[in-house]
């Protein structure tokens, strides 16, 4: 009978207790109430009947080892053990149990457990996964608790439902681990055998089976070759052949199966029927032909019949393996093929005269052979003799004369589209040299005249316009069609290929002579100048380190004289001169060697150049042809996202930010000029006005007059320019060419 409750009468365990909280042991997980806190103690921290609470930290202090998570820090991460476990067999006088070994996975992540047993040949027992991954339970009584690391050591027995598993060894990697946390190993146990299993195998090893098949693997030969095959070329004289003409043929050996076949090289206009192969792949016998054998002589295999027809009517085979009365034969090996060698192709003598570069290589690389001179077995054939074509009968132009002349059926004569491609207009690219020339002439008429000479590197054709001069009483305009033009002094009626005009005979200085008229090249434009000196392996006049070259070989034995010179031409020490003065200079000092368009170019070289200004009129103008063009009215859309994107209401935005405004609105310019035009109008911030932008480009509001430029085509009617320098630095040149003055 237990006391009343009263103060003084009864034995409280709780006095002097100062801790009486109660944890949270429900709580709700996806809207669900449920059990959340198995592990939390009862009132005041203390542990609820049956339970045992687990250590706050591991074996390890608090601090060493990851923080992480353990699925996290464990992330496949298994321990493996060893081990077996016995089974009884009921009704059975052969064995009483069986012993069946099994692989334990213990998942450091999770703590879950896995068993496998490892398939056994004919076994008869369904094998594979015994037990699924996950946390086992405890036996009883400790079932409401699962298995962890500590319950694992080599050695011991483990109980799983009731199963009891015998562990006797594991992984190294299960060992380090087991000794990181602190366990002590228990040595391996010895793993035993199943008896019946033992008993069976010496049955089967005592069997003399009826079928010992012999195995032929040559499946290693075919993963290790397959694909490889060596190549020779081979030639056979064949003597019933009524001229003895050579045949040559190809053999092939394949080193996946030593196989070989061969095939035939047939000439054009042999007379001789093309045929797919020579020889048809197979092995390939030494000694053949040796004579018909009867079907089935040849094989792999010997089989004797035992017993014959005398027990029921049926034979007993077995395989022999002396191979009694089977035929041997020998079959060409990668070893017997070599340059020079003569190989027996069923009767044919047929020579190894060559060898393709894998075939040297297998043979360097596997037999250390270094000799692969190949056997000549014909003569070198004739040299060809020339063709003479007719000469030119003046119909068409000479190229397509002398397709006709080629082949039966006539073809237009082909293209150079290579070289049409690589110096075709591309962008800015024109890849057209422009030249400013006139007319050598005493007429007074006719010295005054300019033109325009164009010449086109794509298809090396040449266009002539005439500047249209007012008062004159001249037409100006075309003058020459576009085409190619020969050059003078050269037969009309002839065999061999006419000389045309080509880049390197057009240069400032030049006189050329285009169907009668006399031409002096006076001038270029910038870009021929500049394409020029970039290729100047191609045009020796525009190659700086060969006129200077020149210069130095003319002038060096007078340098002092010409440092004189230059120096007298600088009265005022400024250590430049002019171009005029500067040309006079040269031109006196090499006697008229060199050319206008040489001396240009030394100029250019060692000018003092003018920077280049942008004009804004200009710009503004070409954009706004270019928006009228592709019809574009949006500026005021235009104009409202550029407000609109001014947070600040200063009327200035970023340089990036109106390209990529108007980018959004797909204006029709090049994106050169649209850098160009928002650089006109930005500040020295980088800070764009984009009012006066918009209104720029508006070509409705604000439109701009029109303005002429200098066609690119046929319909070109301007002026090359000149090319424009202040002056040219001596100084530089004459040390180039002399060396610094001590």
């Not at 921290?45 to 045992?52: F, I, S, T």
């Not at 007719?390 to 080629?406: A, I, K, N, V, W």
């Not at 031409?569 to 001169?577: F, N, Q, S």
Request: charged share 30%; hydrophobic share 35%; net charge negative.
């Amino acid at each position: 009978m237990a006391l009343p409750l009263l103060p003084g009468a009864s034995r409280h365990r709780n006095i002097g207790k100062e801790k009486f909280h109660k944890s949270q042991h429900w709580g709700y997980c996806n809207n669900v109430a449920m059990l959340v806190g198995e592990d939390k103690p009862g009132i005041g921290g203390e542990p609820l009947p049956g339970q045992k609470l687990k250590p706050e930290y591991s074996v390890f202090p608090k601090g060493m080892g990851s923080d992480a998570p353990a699925w996290v820090a464990f992330d496949k991460q298994v321990l493996s053990f060893d081990a077996y476990f016995e089974e009884e067999v009921p009704d059975k006088n052969q064995e009483l149990y069986r012993i069946r070994h099994c692989k334990i996975y213990f998942y450091l992540e999770d703590d879950t457990i896995q068993v496998i047993e490892p398939p056994v040949k004919n076994s008869g027992i369904t094998q594979g996964t015994i037990v699924r991954r996950h946390r086992i339970p405890l036996p009883p009584p400790h079932e409401d608790q699962f298995y962890t690391i500590d319950h694992f050591n080599i050695n011991i027995e483990v109980i799983l439902y009731a199963r009891r598993y015998k562990i006797i060894d594991c992984d190294q990697f299960t060992k380090n681990f087991l000794r990181k946390m602190g366990v002590r190993l228990n040595p391996p146990a010895n793993r035993p055998d199943d008896p019946y299993t033992k008993e069976r195998q010496k049955i089967l090893d005592s069997m003399k089976p009826l079928r010992p098949y012999e195995r032929i693997d040559t499946l290693k030969q075919f993963l290790e070759h397959d694909g490889q095959v060596l190549r020779f070329f081979c030639v056979w004289d064949d003597p019933e052949s009524m001229f003895h003409d050579p045949r040559e043929l190809v053999l092939h050996y394949y080193l996946s199966d030593d196989t070989i076949d061969i095939k035939e090289i047939v000439p054009v206009n042999s007379g001789r029927d093309t045929i797919p192969l020579f020889l048809r792949r197979d092995k390939l016998p030494k000694y053949a032909p040796t004579g018909l054998y009867q079907p089935g002589t040849i094989t792999s295999r010997t089989v004797l019949n035992v017993f014959g027809k005398l027990v029921g009517n049926r034979g007993r085979y077995i395989l022999d393996n002396r191979k009694t009365g089977a035929v041997h034969q020998e079959f060409y090996r990668d070893s017997d093929l070599k340059i020079g060698a003569v190989i027996n192709v069923w009767g044919r003598k047929i020579i190894l005269c060559d060898c393709d570069e894998f075939t040297k290589e297998y043979y360097r690389t596997k037999y250390g052979i270094e000799d692969f001179t190949p056997v000549t077995y014909k003569a070198p054939p004739p040299p060809k003799p020339e063709k003479t074509f007719p000469p030119y009968t003046g119909f068409g132009s000479e190229e397509d004369s002398l397709c006709s002349c080629r082949g039966l059926l006539p073809k237009p004569p082909q293209k150079d589209f290579k070289k049409f491609m690589e110096k075709d207009r591309s962008g800015m690219e024109s890849n057209i040299l422009r030249f400013l020339a006139k007319l050598i002439t005493d007429s007074p008429i006719d010295k005054d005249r300019k033109f325009i000479i164009s010449y086109f590197l794509s298809d090396d054709t040449i266009s002539v316009f005439e500047q249209i001069q007012q008062n004159t009483g001249i037409l100006g305009g075309k003058f020459l069609e576009r085409g190619r033009i020969k050059k003078p002094g050269q037969e009309l009626f002839k065999s061999e290929p006419s000389e045309y005009f080509n880049a390197q005979d057009l240069f400032v200085g030049a006189r050329v002579c285009f169907h009668g008229h006399n031409f002096l090249l006076v001038d270029a434009d910038e870009y021929t100048f500049n394409y020029m000196e970039k290729h100047a392996n191609e045009f020796s006049m525009a190659d700086i380190g060969v006129i200077l070259k020149k210069l130095k070989d003319i002038a060096e034995p007078r340098s002092r004289e010409i440092r004189q010179v230059f120096a007298a031409a600088d009265p005022e020490h400024t250590k430049v001169i002019e171009c005029e003065p500067f040309r006079n200079l040269i031109v006196s000092i090499t006697d008229g060697a060199f050319s206008e368009h040489e001396i240009i170019t030394l100029g250019r070289c060692y000018s003092v150049r003018e920077e280049y200004k942008m004009d804004l009129h200009f710009l503004l103008a070409v954009a706004q042809e270019q928006l009228k063009k592709n019809s574009f009215e949006n500026f005021e859309q235009l104009s409202a996202v550029l407000t609109y994107n001014d947070r600040e209401k200063c009327g200035m935005l970023p340089h990036e930010m109106c390209r990529t405004i108007c980018k959004s609105f797909k204006l029709p310019l090049a994106d050169d000029d649209l850098q160009a035009l928002l650089t006109m109008f930005e500040d020295d911030h980088k800070q764009v006005e984009y009012k006066k932008f918009v209104d720029g480009l508006n070509w409705r509001e604000n439109q701009i007059p029109a303005f002429q430029t200098i066609k690119n085509e046929d319909d070109s009617s301007g002026q090359a320019p000149s090319i424009h320098v202040k002056g040219i630095e001596y100084l530089p040149l004459l040390d180039d060419l002399f060396g610094k003055e001590e």
